[in-house]
C-alpha cells in the first residue's frame, strides 16, 4: 500500500523558535493535508492542498505542496506553547481514504 | 453541530469478550471512516463508508473485525473475539464524499486484558 514518510520523528524545540516538519511518498496524489492531534483528542485539519506547487498559510503555519505531487512540507513560525502535540501529514483523501505520515512530535521547552 | 460522537471514551475488557464501539457522524456527511491508532503502526484506515455502503474494508485486519452502518447518523465497528494485540486508539472520522477535510471524532481507547 501507499507508505508516507514523516519527518523528524520528534522535535525538541525552545519556545519562539521556528519549525520544519515534511512528509514524502513513493506515490503522487492529488491532495495533502496536514493535521494536529493534542493528547485524547482526535487530528483535527489545521491546512489541505490541493494543487502541485501551492503554498498556503494559516496564521503562524504556512504548508506547501510539492511540485511532483510526492511531497509536502509545514512550517511553524514563532513557536508557542499551545504548539505542543503529534502533527501528521496525509495524502489522498475524498472517498479514497487518507494515507497518514507516522506523525512528527512537537514539543517545547519554555 | 456537535461533531463526531464515539462512544465510548474508553473500554477495558477481557480477552475473548466482544467488543461494539460507536460513531454518529456529522449530519450531512456520507463519508464514514475507521481508523485505528497505535504506537507501532500509527494512524490506519480499517473501513470507510460512503452513503452508508461498505467501499474498502481491505484494513480490517482479521475476521474478528466487523464494521456496519445501517442508517445514515450510525456506524459500529465490532471486534469478536477480543485478543490484547486489538488495544489501541479507534478513530471515526467523517467527510462529504467529495470532501478531503476528514473530522475526526475524540476516539474510543481499547484495552483488551
Not at chain 1, 3 to 16: A, H, K, R, V, Y
Not at chain 1, 23 to 37: A, R
Not at chain 2, 72 to 84: D, G, M, N, R, V
Amino acid at each position: 500500500g501507499q507508505q508516507l514518510n514523516q519527518s523528524p520523528q520528534s522535535m525538541f524545540i525552545q519556545e519562539g523558535e521556528d519549525v520544519s516538519m515534511n512528509c514524502t511518498s513513493s506515490s503522487i496524489f492529488n491532495t495533502w493535508l496536514w493535521y494536529k492531534q493534542d493528547p485524547g483528542e482526535g487530528p483535527v485539519l489545521l491546512i489541505a492542498l490541493y494543487k502541485a506547487g501551492e503554498l498556503t498559510s494559516n496564521g503562524r503555519l504556512t504548508a506547501q505542496f510539492g511540485i511532483t505531487r510526492k511531497d509536502s512540507f509545514l512550517n511553524i513560525s514563532a513557536s508557542i506553547p499551545s504548539d505542543v502535540g503529534i502533527y501528521f501529514c496525509a495524502g489522498g483523501g475524498g472517498a479514497d481514504g487518507l494515507t497518514f505520515g507516522k506523525g512528527t512530535h512537537l514539543i517545547i521547552q519554555p | 453541530d456537535a461533531g463526531v460522537i464515539q462512544s465510548p471514551r474508553h473500554e477495558v475488557t477481557e480477552m475473548g469478550q466482544e467488543v461494539t464501539l460507536r460513531c454518529k457522524p456529522i449530519s450531512g456527511h456520507n463519508s464514514l471512516f475507521w481508523y485505528r491508532q497505535t504506537m507501532m503502526r500509527g494512524l490506519e484506515l480499517l473501513i470507510y463508508f460512503n452513503n452508508n455502503v461498505p467501499i474498502d474494508d481491505s484494513g480490517m485486519p482479521e475476521d474478528r473485525f466487523s464494521a456496519k452502518m445501517p442508517n445514515a447518523s450510525f456506524s459500529t465497528l465490532k471486534i469478536q473475539p477480543s485478543e490484547p494485540r486489538d488495544s489501541a486508539v479507534y478513530f471515526c472520522a467523517s467527510s462529504f464524499s467529495d470532501g478531503y477535510g476528514y473530522t475526526f471524532g475524540s476516539g474510543t481507547r481499547l484495552t483488551v486484558v
